[in-house]
């Protein structure tokens, strides 16, 4: 596995620049930090004693990474996850929070090592990702992107709004799903043709 700093380098390129998607419900970001996290962290970019959109706006991208790697990494406890899972995890956790952690205790539960979805990983998270690793070494990152992109075609369903974050215009794959993908072995992408029948319902 890369190095967690690559790890987070890499997000920062996928989350891109200074972003105000009225449909995105995480509000402005910057390299994908919004301006919810830099109020939760206390981190004033501007240096005025205030967090406004203008430190979402000022954000490096070497501060969003050093963010990602003690606040989304460290903190919540994704380094101590079986290493398969990480990368993942990580990136998820990047995008939706403590879904991504709820996303695989719900997983891990249905492969017969039962874990609370409470979006925290602990003590219990951890033995059963131990040995669902142990159980399913080649099989269980796969499965957990799948899991993932599971949870945004059903996200989509859910709010119309988010649908152009899961298909695009000419009906290929959007940004969430070719994500999740980022993290799957190439034989469990959805062809086109999948991808369209699933969205297909949309309109």
Known sequence: MPSVQTLAEQIVAREGGFVNDPDDPGGATNHGVTLNTLRRLGVDVTGDSRITLADVQALTQAQAVEIYIEHYFNRTGIAQLPEVLQASVFDMYVNSGANAVKILQRLLTSMGYACDPDGQIGAQTLAAAKLAYQAAPHHLADAYGIARRNYYYALADARPAS???????????GGWIARAEEFIAPQYHLTLAQHQARVAAWG
């Open 163 to 173: 649908r152009k974050f899961a298909t695009r215009r000419d009906g290929g794959k």
